[in-house]
């Protein structure tokens, strides 16, 4: 069967550089070849991230490290910073877990701000906050500045987040920021299959972590620190994705990290330019675009072009690009177009050409 390239949200469009580190032959996750592997990318993860901590991996998709902070941090009460299905979804599973849980709602399209998180933080009930950095369901990029600035007005308090969509794409200064966890998914900026996620997390977690009796195994933090110690994970890691991440990082700081993020910025802004091309509005409030993909609105708010989603998508799909029709409560009303990963201003004006083609049949 033909293939048809991702631009959804993720997982994106995967290398063939990379399937093919991905293929490397199997070693022992207990070896010296591993520890090697490890311990070779450990840097470059480091720099990805501005940290002097260890960059952990987890053989889970994000949600598994989303749960897993919940577990090691939460003894009081958790903030839930809400704005789209991911971000609302956590306070769903802060309860799942057991965790005494408040949402912090706004708007769909809205970003969290942060005198919002510290208004609420104010009234001393929680010990931690659940904040996603680039909500990847309404293309909304929150302003994570403020909320390291309301880190900084509440040192105790433990700070998860997910920048799972944003991770690699644009700064993100893990020791600057001050945040306990910070987390991505391998298939979405990154540009891996799925089945991994990079985190990082700070010694104040740590020791807030090893106040919790019941943080489990598996995602115990502590576990993690432990054995990146040693370049290790804490059990049989999925190799293939190091291979793979191995090879990721030599493509980052080959292209150069200030350019990468560059070129998502000039690829989003294309995207911008072609939607307006067409009539449509964007579905972020103005001024909180993500850089890495394109929510375009398309009769959820008021404004702008409306246009069957589905039908756009199915008829861009059999041009051999695919492209996703909207998430959640916003699926139809508005429209996704990804850029992240390896998409350059070449093969997004592929899509373009596509998606005319596309727009025209629609009629
Ligand atoms: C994709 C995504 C997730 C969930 O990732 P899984 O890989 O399904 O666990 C969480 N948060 C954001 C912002 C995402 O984009």
């Not at 072009?305 to 051999?320: F, M, P």
Request: proline letters at 4%; charged letters at 20%; one cysteine or more.
């Amino acid at each position: 069967m033909a293939h048809v390239k991702l631009f959804i949200p993720g997982p994106v469009e995967v290398s063939a550089k990379t399937y093919e580190a991905f293929c490397t032959p199997m070693i022992g996750h207990r070896s010296k070849a591993f520890s090697g592997l490890y311990a070779g990318i450990m840097p470059q993860l480091q720099s990805l991230l501005s940290t002097k901590r260890p960059v952990f991996l987890s053989t889970s998709s994000a949600w598994g490290v989303m749960e897993g902070a919940l577990r090691n941090l939460v003894t009081k009460k958790v903030l839930n910073c809400m704005c789209g299905a991911f971000s609302d979804k956590w306070l769903d599973v802060s309860k799942r877990c057991g965790k005494e849980a408040e949402g912090l709602q706004v708007e769909w399209g809205s970003p969290i701000r942060g005198e919002q998180v510290a208004e609420r933080l104010k009234t001393g009930q929680f010990d931690a906050v659940t904040y996603v950095h680039n909500e990847t369901s309404t293309g909304v990029m929150s302003p994570i500045e403020e909320l390291a600035e309301v880190k900084r007005q509440f040192p105790d308090v433990m700070f998860i987040v997910d920048t799972v969509s944003s991770m690699s794409a644009t700064p993100l200064n893990f020791d600057a920021l001050g945040f306990d966890v910070m987390l991505a998914g391998v298939q979405k900026a990154f540009a891996l299959p799925p089945g991994m996620a990079v985190f990082a997390c700070s010694e104040a977690a740590l020791a807030k972590s090893a106040t919790v009796a019941d943080r489990g195994y598996y995602f115990d933090l502590h576990e993690f620190e432990k054995n990146a110690e040693k370049h290790m994970t804490p059990s049989t890691p999925t190799i293939g994705h190091i291979y793979a991440l191995q090879s990721k990082l030599e493509d980052f700081f080959a292209e150069g990290l200030e350019a990468r993020y560059a070129r998502h910025l000039k690829t989003v802004k294309m995207t911008h330019d072609w939607a307006a091309k067409h009539g449509f509005t964007l579905f972020p409030d103005e001024g909180y675009a993500s850089v890495t993909l394109t929510c375009v609105n398309n009769g959820a708010k008021p404004g702008g072009r409306v246009i069957d989603a589905q039908k756009l998508t199915d008829l861009t799909k059999k041009r051999g690009f695919l492209i996703n029709a909207g998430y959640g409560k916003i699926k139809g009303t508005t429209f996704r177009i990804s850029n992240m990963g390896d998409e350059t201003e070449a093969s997004m004006v592929e899509l373009f050409s596509a998606l005319d083609e596309s727009m025209k049949e629609l009629g």
